[in-house]
């Protein structure tokens, strides 16, 4: 079993800066892989961000060029680098691994983005 804890979320103006974290209670090399996903109210679920074992990156097409996934294997966090916010990036961001034929969640943190 995998349990995933985020933070760093908040309030930004557009144009700013955030860095989410997600502490893994698992070595973070072990898992096939991690990612971010969003959840903005009244949509589903979309994915923002993954980072394979072998540490390819895949980014949705409008995060990318703006957003950076990174993971350090020392301390078992993922990372999510958010510049040039926008206010549609608003929504609950959550963290994802696979690992075992399973994929696990986090509590998710909100980001809001002001206009």
């Known amino acids: 079993q995998v349990q995933l804890v985020e933070s760093g979320g908040g309030l930004v103006q557009a144009g700013g800066s955030l860095r989410l974290s997600c502490s893994a209670s698992k070595s973070i090399f072990r898992l096939n892989s991690m990612g971010w996903f969003r959840q903005a109210p009244g949509k589903e679920r979309e994915l923002v961000a993954t980072?394979?074992?072998?540490?390819?990156?895949n980014y949705a097409d409008s995060v990318k060029g703006r957003f950076t996934i990174s993971r350090d294997v020392a301390t078992n966090t993922l990372y999510l680098q958010m510049n040039s916010l926008k206010p549609e990036d608003t929504a609950v961001y959550y963290c994802?691994?696979?690992?075992?034929?399973?994929?696990?969640w986090g509590q998710g943190t909100q980001v809001t983005v002001s206009s």
């Open positions: 994802n691994a696979y690992y075992d034929s399973i994929m696990y």
């Open positions: 980072i394979t074992r072998g540490s390819s990156t």
